[in-house]
Structure formats: structure tokens, C-alpha cells
């Protein structure tokens, strides 16, 4: 029973150990969990005997764990917000790429010829007049 108790002390000191190292550092966000995916794929594609991929991985690597240990969290969260910014665009992209594929089953997405406006026609109608709600030009397509 002691030399259970000594080893629940131990856990509990490396705890103690590590949260005090820890303390005033940066630690993990957004930015480092995509690093560390990066990482993850970069030793997969190594395996296929891409050495390029297992050197790119670890840099990946060491600047995670440089982001992770700093403790210049200014600058850490100055990147960690640029990075979402950028997360924000191609998600924001990707879902009206998929919403355009969605509607496509239904609807004629046009652009106006004078002010490039994306004009949305439901399919089936024929040959129409379109006239564009932006600048009011007027043009003829099949839908």
C-alpha cells in the first residue's frame, strides 16, 4: 500500500512540476492544433519514403512546441488571430462553393454583363429576359 501512495505522489508531483513550468506561457490554441494535424500528415506522407514531408514535419513540429513554450503571449495571440481570419475566408468560401453546388440542381446562377451582380434563375423557364436588381440592364438567357 505505501509504495502505491509514493506513486500517486510522484503523479501528482510531476503534475505540480509541469502546471508550474507551464504558468505565463502560451500554451495550445486554434493555430497549434492545426500545426500539430500538419505535423501528423507530413509523417504520413513520409512514410511513402518522401523525405521532404519528415523534415517538414519536424519544423512543424518545434515551431508548435516554440508557440506552446512562449511567453511572449502577445505575439502568440497575434498569430493565433491571423491564423483564424485566415480559417475564416475558406470556411466562409468553401460554404457558398457548396451552396452554389446545392442550388445548381435548381437554378441558373447569371452575372450581370454591365455590373458582374450574380443573378439566381430557377431552371426549366425557357428563354428569358433577366433585368438585374443592381443596375436594371436587361439580357436575355435560357434557364
Do not use: W
Not at 2 to 10: E, P, S, Y
Not at 16 to 32: A, V
Not at 120 to 133: D, L, M, V
Amino acid at each position: 500500500m505505501q509504495g502505491f501512495l509514493t506513486k500517486r505522489k510522484g503523479v501528482a508531483g510531476m503534475k505540480e512540476k509541469l502546471y508550474r513550468f507551464m504558468q505565463g506561457r502560451y500554451g495550445s490554441d486554434q493555430l497549434n492544433r492545426f500545426l500539430m494535424g500538419l505535423v501528423i500528415v507530413c509523417f504520413l506522407l513520409s512514410l511513402f519514403g518522401v523525405r521532404v514531408f519528415y523534415i517538414l514535419g519536424i519544423v512543424l513540429l518545434v515551431y508548435a512546441y516554440f508557440r506552446m513554450f512562449s511567453k511572449n503571449r502577445y505575439k502568440r495571440s497575434a498569430e493565433n488571430s491571423i491564423y483564424l481570419r485566415y480559417e475564416f475566408k475558406i470556411r466562409q468560401k468553401a460554404a457558398a462553393f457548396t451552396r452554389n453546388l446545392k442550388q445548381r440542381k435548381t437554378h441558373h446562377i447569371y452575372k450581370c454583363p454591365s455590373c458582374r451582380q450574380k443573378i439566381r434563375i430557377p431552371r426549366g423557364k425557357g428563354k428569358i429576359e433577366i433585368r438585374c436588381p443592381k443596375c436594371g440592364q436587361t439580357f436575355i438567357k435560357k434557364s
